[in-house]
């Protein structure tokens, strides 16, 4: 006798009511496992908490050495932080808005004169944003950051006094935009003399020097992503030229005058290189609002920035 059942039984146990029914495998969720942070990405996370404070101490110290008392020193200090964190604060939030991955601003403490700091940087994920994200993100911290710095500049020149020029002082120079402020708010400076810039006028000037450096059209510089939301692929043709003109100065610069402050800005653009990573979407228009003021926006660098800013 055979033990086996028979093809029919066997059918019929299966087609049985009481059979289990078969389990798709792509319908039976999966568990997510979220991998732990590591050392190096809690480091990433966290350093931002602590370059801030020590970007603080740095200006706070380099304006005590500048204008030889601690309040002024502190004066400078907040003045110029405020308009960095308002700068940053601009990138970031837009990059919250538009859902673009965004670390916390790095500020970069120098505690060396005559600045104490070499601004701020906020890393982004590429490629996520569309055309219109990218462009507000890039746009909205120089924006936000020219806010304070003409009221620390409006505010500081009208507490400048005239003074009669030292070896011993530090001589810098005004972009147009400074010097239309100093001839409307500052006192008038006699032949001969020179202007005792208050900290906080002081301070709008380096944040000008700042806002205008972060607006040149290369690469993933402030002035890079408006000019790749504007132009596109074309831009990478604009920012190689316009990065073939800005090393020719500097070069000129160095020997003619000799003038080398510039080259190791120029090296860190050779090495970042002109060309912007493509965004999410590059169809998306941006309207003419914001392609006036993205620009009038680039165009500020002409009157933000001084080649020369400290004499040698």
Request: one cysteine or more; charged letters at 10%.
């Given at each position: 006798?055979?033990?086996?059942p028979?093809?029919?039984?066997?059918?019929g146990?299966w087609s049985?009511?009481?059979?289990p029914?078969?389990?798709?495998?792509?319908?039976?969720?999966q568990?997510v496992?979220?991998?732990?942070?590591?050392?190096?990405?809690t480091?990433?996370r966290?350093?931002p908490?602590?370059?801030?404070?020590?970007?603080?101490?740095?200006?706070f110290?380099?304006?005590?050495?500048?204008?030889?008392?601690?309040?002024q020193?502190?004066?400078?200090?907040?003045?110029?932080m405020?308009?960095?964190?308002c700068h940053?604060m601009g990138?970031?939030?837009?990059?919250?808005?538009?859902?673009?991955?965004?670390t916390?601003?790095?500020?970069?403490p120098?505690?060396?004169p005559?600045i104490g700091?070499?601004?701020?940087?906020i890393?982004?994920?590429?490629?996520?944003?569309d055309?219109?994200?990218?462009?507000?993100?890039?746009?909205?911290?120089?924006?936000?950051?020219?806010?304070?710095?003409l009221?620390?500049?409006?505010?500081?020149l009208?507490h400048?006094?005239?003074?009669?020029?030292?070896?011993?002082?530090?001589?810098?120079g005004?972009?147009?935009l400074?010097?239309?402020l100093?001839?409307?708010?500052s006192?008038?400076?006699?032949?001969?003399?020179?202007l005792?810039?208050?900290?906080?006028?002081?301070?709008?000037w380096?944040?000008?020097?700042?806002?205008?450096?972060?607006?040149?059209?290369?690469?993933?510089?402030?002035?890079?992503h408006?000019?790749?939301?504007l132009l596109?692929?074309?831009?990478?043709?604009?920012?190689?030229?316009?990065l073939?003109?800005t090393?020719?100065?500097?070069?000129?610069?160095?020997?003619v005058?000799?003038?080398?402050?510039?080259?190791?800005?120029?090296?860190?653009?050779?090495m970042?290189?002109p060309?912007?990573?493509?965004?999410?979407?590059?169809?998306v228009?941006?309207?003419?609002?914001?392609?006036?003021?993205?620009?009038?926006t680039?165009?500020?660098?002409?009157?933000?920035?001084?080649?020369?800013p400290?004499a040698?």
């Amino acid at each position: 006798m055979n033990d086996y059942p028979s093809e029919e039984r066997c059918v019929g146990a299966w087609s049985s009511p009481a059979a289990p029914e078969p389990i798709l495998a792509e319908l039976v969720p999966q568990p997510v496992v979220v991998p732990r942070r590591g050392p190096r990405s809690t480091f990433w996370r966290f350093l931002p908490l602590f370059l801030f404070p020590a970007t603080c101490l740095s200006t706070f110290f380099v304006g005590w050495l500048t204008f030889e008392t601690a309040f002024q020193g502190f004066i400078y200090s907040a003045s110029l932080m405020t308009i960095l964190l308002c700068h940053e604060m601009g990138h970031y939030v837009q990059a919250r808005r538009y859902w673009v991955p965004a670390t916390l601003p790095y500020f970069l403490p120098v505690p060396i004169p005559p600045i104490g700091t070499m601004g701020a940087v906020i890393a982004m994920r590429p490629g996520v944003g569309d055309r219109k994200a990218i462009f507000d993100i890039g746009i909205t911290g120089p924006l936000a950051g020219l806010v304070p710095t003409l009221i620390f500049a409006v505010v500081g020149l009208r507490h400048s006094v005239p003074m009669v020029p030292t070896s011993e002082a530090t001589h810098i120079g005004f972009p147009l935009l400074m010097q239309a402020l100093a001839s409307l708010a500052s006192p008038p400076v006699p032949e001969g003399m020179g202007l005792d810039m208050h900290p906080m006028a002081f301070a709008a000037w380096v944040g000008l020097l700042i806002t205008s450096l972060n607006l040149i059209p290369i690469g993933q510089l402030d002035g890079g992503h408006v000019l790749y939301a504007l132009l596109r692929k074309k831009a990478h043709r604009v920012a190689s030229m316009f990065l073939m003109a800005t090393t020719g100065a500097v070069v000129f610069l160095a020997l003619v005058y000799r003038y080398p402050i510039w080259i190791m800005m120029i090296l860190l653009l050779l090495m970042m290189g002109p060309k912007h990573p493509p965004t999410a979407d590059d169809s998306v228009p941006l309207g003419p609002t914001r392609v006036v003021l993205g620009w009038l926006t680039l165009a500020f660098v002409l009157v933000g920035f001084t080649p020369m800013p400290f004499a040698m």
